[in-house]
């Protein structure tokens, strides 16, 4: 695995753990190319696995990343990536379950531009509950974006609060982007 584009284009990430599925870099590049311009922003990356796609938006000039993962091997993986590449100062992270880390974040008053919603194929069921926690917390800014990646054999529900702006299969592989219209 490596990062595809930006400022740390072409360095190597640490493998997964066993059993994470990571983002393969195909479609890392066609998440990215789909979002434009990252400057400033403030990401959150759930169920991080790797890290890699909040490691992208910083190589693509995101101000700050937060990364949750409830596995201690993944937090591990996220936090030997951040500090190889030298963007450790950058990010944040947390290893949580996702809703407990969601209301932590709101309690702490943080706002984010960008989330990355990555679940376990197994537990795609919960990608919903996640976004009715984002939008119920309000911790996403005003037209902030969502990347919800999942099995293309199931489809993500609507959630009131967030509009489906596009959806593309790569492979077996589906994602969503949808966008806060009225957070």
């Not at 911790?139 to 974006?145: K, P, Y």
Request: net charge neutral; hydrophobic share 45%; with cysteine.
């Amino acid at each position: 695995m490596r990062v595809v584009a930006g400022s740390l284009r072409g360095r190597s990430l640490a493998a997964p753990p066993p059993g994470v599925r990571p983002t393969s870099d195909r479609v890392r590049e066609s998440i990215f190319a789909r979002l434009g311009g990252l400057d400033g922003l403030e990401v959150l990356d759930l169920f991080a696995g790797t890290g890699a796609l909040g490691i992208e938006a910083l190589s693509r000039g995101a101000k700050t990343l937060v990364a949750v993962d409830r596995s201690h091997q993944s937090v591990a993986v996220i936090e030997r990536n951040l500090e190889q590449l030298g963007v450790a100062s950058l990010a944040k992270v947390l290893r949580a379950e996702v809703g407990r880390a969601i209301r932590r974040l709101a309690a702490e008053g943080k706002a984010f531009d960008l989330v990355f919603l990555d679940p376990p194929y197994a537990d795609l069921n919960e990608a919903s509950e996640v976004l009715e926690s984002l939008l119920t917390c309000d911790i996403l800014r005003e037209g902030a974006m969502v990347v919800v990646e999942g099995p293309k054999r199931h489809s993500l529900p609507s959630v009131p609060g967030l509009a489906l702006d596009k959806m593309r299969h790569y492979g077996d592989t589906a994602v969503y982007w949808l966008y806060a219209n009225s957070v």
